[in-house]
């Protein structure tokens, strides 16, 4: 028997008038569709919800490689400019020399 899905949706005197004609066979049909459309609607929140969780892990990702880019980049540079700047210190050699020092180290 096909369950008549205007009369759950309406609300008011319908859902009276549609328990007292089709008895409780129909009624458990009814809350078979019902369960149905719940589980329907549950899994179109839970795929937007997925994509929702992937768009806030790539943003994630970006801001990363961002501070990446901004914060540890030029710490690095920094220190080897620093290394640089003590062997040229210390040992008074051409520039050939001070990398190939610099690349041992």
Same mark, same amino acid.
């Given at each position: 028997?096909?369950v008549?899905?205007?009369?759950?949706?309406?609300?008011?005197?319908?859902?009276?008038?549609?328990?007292?004609?089709?008895?409780?066979?129909?009624?458990?049909?009814?809350?078979?569709?019902?369960?149905?459309l719940?589980?329907?609607?549950?899994?179109q929140? /839970?795929e937007?919800?997925? *994509?929702?969780?992937?768009?806030?892990?790539?943003?994630?990702?970006?801001?990363?490689?961002?501070?990446?880019?901004? #914060?540890?980049?030029?710490v *690095?540079?920094?220190?080897? #400019?620093?290394?640089?700047?003590i062997?040229?210190?210390?040992?008074? *050699?051409?520039? /050939?020399? *001070? /990398?190939?020092? /610099?690349?041992?180290?």
């Amino acid at each position: 028997m096909a369950v008549d899905p205007s009369a759950w949706a309406s609300g008011g005197a319908r859902e009276v008038y549609y328990t007292r004609a089709n008895g409780p066979t129909s009624i458990s049909a009814g809350a078979n569709e019902s369960s149905i459309l719940l589980h329907r609607r549950t899994e179109q929140h /839970k795929e937007r919800n997925e *994509v929702l969780e992937l768009a806030i892990t790539m943003a994630s990702v970006a801001i990363l490689m961002i501070s990446l880019l901004f #914060m540890v980049i030029p710490v *690095v540079v920094r220190v080897e #400019m620093s290394r640089d700047s003590i062997f040229r210190i210390f040992f008074h *050699v051409p520039r /050939k020399v *001070v /990398k190939f020092l /610099k690349n041992d180290a």
